[in-house]
C-alpha cells in the first residue's frame, strides 16, 4: 500500500485512490506538496462520508479534485481552505438527503472556473456559499432541490459563462420572475436546455415564457392609496360617527335588506303573522315572563299567541336565524327590560332588529316594557333615542310600593294587550279607532297616577 505519509511520495503529480480513510486528525496528503490532480470517486465501502477541516492540508498546487459518488453527510466549511490554486472541483453525486452547505465552504477557491455540484441535494443557492468564485466559468447545479435561485448570487459570479439548471424543479412564481428575464435575456450566461425546463407547479407550462406580468405591479402606487384611503377614513369616521351614526345605520340596513331574499319573504308573510308578540328578555327575568306575563296575555282564553325562545325557536337552527325568525313571524315585539336585559349581547341584537324593521316598514313593532325604574344615564344613547321615540308603547311594571298594585296592574296588562293589537288588520276595525284611542287615553291616566 502506497504510504502517503512518506518523503518519498513529494514528487507525485496525479493520484487515484480508492480506499482513503478520514480520521479527522491529519491529512493523508499533507506531503504530497507537487500533487495536481486527485481523484477520491467512489470510496469504500460506503464511500466518502465526511470531510473534516484538515482534510486537504499541504495541497497548495492542486488543480483538479474529483469527489464524485461519495455519500458526503459532513462537508467541514475549512475543508477545501489550502486548495487555494484549484481550477476543477467536482461533487457529483454527493447526495443523502437535503444537503445544507456551510457559509464559506468555498470563500478560497477564488481560481476556480468549473464547480460540478450536481445532486448533492442542495436546497439553498445563496451568496454566502458561492459568492466567492469570481473567477467561475462553468457551474452546473443540476438534480438539487433549490426551488428559486437567486439572480444576485449570479450576478456575482462574473465570469460566469455556462449555467446547468436542469432537472431543478424551479416554482414558476414571482420569486423567480427576476431569474427567467436573466436566463431568457442575459447574452453573456448561456442556459442550456432553457426551453424544454417546465414548471414545477405544472409541468405542461414552460419555465421561460411563465406569466410575470403581475410581478412587476408597482406597488407604492397602490400603498399610496391605500394608505390615503385609511387615513381618509381614520378622519372622516368620527365625525360620521357623531353626526349621522344612527341614519347610516339605519339606511345600511334597509338597503342590505332589500338583497336579503330571506328577510323580503318574511315581510311579505307579515300578514300572515305566525304569532302576535315576540318576547325578548334575558334569563334572569325569566320567572317574571313566565308567571307574569304568560298568564296574562295567553291565559284566560286569550286569543294572543306568543313566541318565548324555550318553547318556539327550532332546534339545531342557527340563533341569529331564528331571532331573524321570530321578529319577522311576528306582529309585535316585546322587549322586557331590566339592568339584566341592558348587558345581554343577544338582547341588544333583538332589540335592534326590531328596530330595523320598524324603520323599514314604517310601522311600530317595538314595545318597551321596564320591569324596574333605569336612570337615563345607564341606558345607552340607542336605548335612549328609543325611549324617546317610543312614549305610547313604553310602559313600567308598576311595583309593590305604588297606590293600589293591583288595580295599577291589572291596567298595565290592558295597555299591554290593547299595544300588541294596535295596527292589526286582522283584529283592529277602523270604526273601532276613535274609542279605543279615547279608552287607551283614559286608562293611560290612571295607570300613570297609580305608579307614581
Known amino acids: 500500500m502506497l504510504n502517503l505519509q512518506s ?61 464524485t459518488n461519495n455519500n458526503i453527510a459532513f462537508l467541514a466549511p475549512e475543508a477545501f481552505d489550502d486548495l487555494i490554486n484549484l481550477k476543477f472541483l467536482t461533487l457529483d453525486n454527493c447526495c443523502v438527503g437535503v444537503a445544507q452547505l456551510q457559509p464559506g465552504v468555498f470563500k478560497n477557491l477564488r481560481n476556480v472556473t468549473k464547480l460540478i455540484v450536481e445532486n448533492m441535494g442542495i436546497q439553498n443557492f445563496s451568496k454566502v456559499v458561492f459568492g466567492n468564485l469570481t ?17 444576485d448570487v449570479l450576478e456575482s459570479l462574473p465570469q ?32 442550456i436546455y432553457l426551453y424544454t425546463m417546465s414548471c414545477q407547479e405544472n409541468k405542461t407550462r414552460k419555465f421561460h415564457n411563465f406569466n410575470t406580468n403581475v410581478c412587476y405591479i408597482d406597488l407604492g402606487v397602490y400603498l399610496f392609496f391605500s394608505t390615503a384611503a385609511v387615513l381618509f377614513l381614520f378622519t372622516v369616521s368620527p365625525l360620521l360617527y357623531v353626526k349621522l351614526y344612527w341614519k347610516i345605520k339605519y339606511s345600511c340596513y334597509v338597503f342590505c335588506s332589500w338583497f336579503s331574499d330571506h328577510w323580503t319573504r318574511l315581510r311579505e308573510k307579515e300578514e300572515k303573522c305566525k304569532y302576535d308578540a315576540f318576547i325578548s328578555y334575558n334569563f ?10 304568560l ?40 322587549c322586557v327590560v331590566s339592568k339584566n336585559f341592558l348587558r345581554s349581547e343577544w338582547c341588544s341584537l333583538e332589540i335592534q332588529l326590531a328596530s330595523y324593521r320598524l324603520f323599514d316598514e314604517h310601522r311600530d313593532v317595538l314595545l318597551l316594557v321596564f320591569l324596574e325604574p333605569i336612570a337615563e344615564r345607564q341606558l345607552s344613547p ?25 288595580q295599577a296592574q291589572e291596567l298595565f296588562w290592558n295597555q299591554l294587550r290593547r299595544a300588541i293589537r ?13 274609542k279605543d284611542l279615547a279608552l287607551a287615553s283614559k286608562e293611560t291616566g290612571n295607570y300613570e297616577k297609580l305608579i307614581r
Open 284 to 293: 334572569s327575568d325569566e320567572q317574571w315572563v313566565m308567571n307574569q306575563l
Open 7 to 67: 518523503t518519498s511520495v513529494k514528487a507525485v503529480e496525479f493520484l487515484n485512490t480508492s480506499n482513503i480513510n478520514a480520521d479527522g486528525i491529519s491529512s493523508p496528503f499533507e506531503k504530497l506538496s507537487k500533487l495536481s490532480d486527485l481523484k477520491l470517486d467512489g470510496q469504500r465501502n460506503h464511500g466518502l462520508v465526511l470531510i473534516p477541516r484538515n482534510f486537504f492540508k499541504g495541497l497548495h498546487s492542486l488543480k483538479s479534485l474529483y469527489l
Open 160 to 191: 460566469l459563462q455556462y449555467l446547468d439548471i436542469r432537472s431543478v424543479p424551479l416554482s414558476c412564481t414571482c420569486k423567480n420572475s427576476l431569474l427567467q428575464n436573466y436566463t431568457v435575456n442575459n447574452r453573456k450566461v448561456q442556459v
Open 422 to 434: 294596535a295596527g292589526s288588520r286582522q283584529e283592529t276595525e277602523q270604526n273601532d279607532t276613535d
Open 135 to 151: 473567477k467561475l466559468r462553468i457551474l452546473q447545479l443540476n438534480r438539487n432541490v433549490m426551488q428559486s435561485i437567486s439572480v
Open 295 to 334: 298568564p296574562n296575555l295567553e291565559g284566560n282564553g286569550s286569543s294572543l299567541k306568543l313566541c318565548l325562545h324555550h318553547r318556539d325557536f327550532e332546534l339545531g337552527r342557527n340563533i341569529v336565524d331564528n331571532i331573524v325568525t321570530a321578529v319577522y313571524s311576528s306582529r309585535k315585539t316585546i
Open 382 to 406: 340607542y336605548h335612549r333615542m328609543r325611549k324617546v321615540m317610543l312614549k305610547k308603547t313604553y310602559l313600567q311594571w308598576p311595583g309593590s310600593n305604588c297606590i293600589n298594585p293591583s
